[in-house]
């Protein structure tokens, strides 16, 4: 049989690890799609796309027109829409796949969450009170903190907020994790943060700000992840090349 035909939906740290082993054993055909909203992505171990596919039957026509075998969504957890997209693509080619998702964190010990369905949710969670708040979710979703201005805001993010946001109390911060614990905890204590919003994004690279919270007595409104896709999820590089060697082709993992 020929070479099989990987297509990996990336963006994260875990989807450029699982590319580089695919690299390794040079034994398929790699393609990595990346959404193309950060200005600067970093290097890949394999061919790359950049941009979106138009919607999820268009995903469904580049999986047939190219002949794949697998469809990898290494997406980051809260990515809902490309998810969704590719469980229908899934679906309608009749494409095995795969979804490759970290592990939520869990609440330990002197945590003080308050779960929330949504970054709007967090911010009116927050309480009509002034506070400081480190909104630690990213560019993304950082607009919805005009809807509670008496608050001042800490915003990080890869990428520059554009437009800035319409608030008279906000600083900017453009950093990339990993973080480390001393880190946040001088960056909490230098804001005088007494909340921080955050996505549930498990993994360790940004768990770092989870911890400082905790250790500060700081209030986390933590944004639940939505239900999962019916495509099946594994949590690891290792069981997503295992589950490739299962389902693909068992002759990868002989290297033939």
């Not at 035909?5 to 990336?10: D, H, N």
């Amino acid at each position: 049989m020929g070479r099989p035909r990987i297509l990996i939906l990336g963006g994260t740290s875990e989807a450029r690890l699982l590319a580089a082993d695919l690299a390794a054993r040079g034994n398929c055909d790699v393609l990595l799609s990346l959404a193309g909203r950060t200005e600067k992505p970093a290097a890949q171990p394999v061919p790359v796309r950049i941009g979106g596919f138009g919607g999820a039957a268009a995903l469904a026509d580049f999986l047939k027109a190219g002949g794949y075998d697998l469809l990898i969504d290494a997406t980051h957890p809260f990515a809902e829409r490309i998810s969704a997209n590719a469980a229908f693509a899934a679906e309608t080619t009749g494409i095995t796949a795969i979804a490759l998702r970290r592990p939520e964190w869990q609440r330990q010990p002197g945590d003080r969450w308050r779960e929330v369905r949504s970054i709007p949710a967090a911010i009116e969670a927050l309480g009509p009170s002034p506070r400081h708040v480190f909104l630690a979710t990213g560019r993304q979703g950082a607009h919805h903190a005009e809807a509670a201005p008496q608050n001042f805001y800490l915003i990080r993010s890869v990428e520059t907020v554009e437009p800035p946001l319409a608030l008279a109390n906000v600083d900017y911060l453009l950093d990339r994790g990993p973080f480390t614990l001393e880190g946040e905890c001088a960056l909490l204590k230098q804001h005088r943060i007494d909340a921080v919003v955050a996505k549930n994004s498990g993994g360790a690279a940004t768990y770092a700000k989870i911890e400082a919270a905790r250790l500060l007595g700081i209030e986390v409104m933590m944004v639940a992840r939505a239900p999962a896709s019916a495509v099946r999820a594994v949590d690891t590089v290792e069981a997503v090349l295992a589950t490739i060697d299962h389902l693909v082709c068992p002759a990868m993992k002989r290297g033939v």
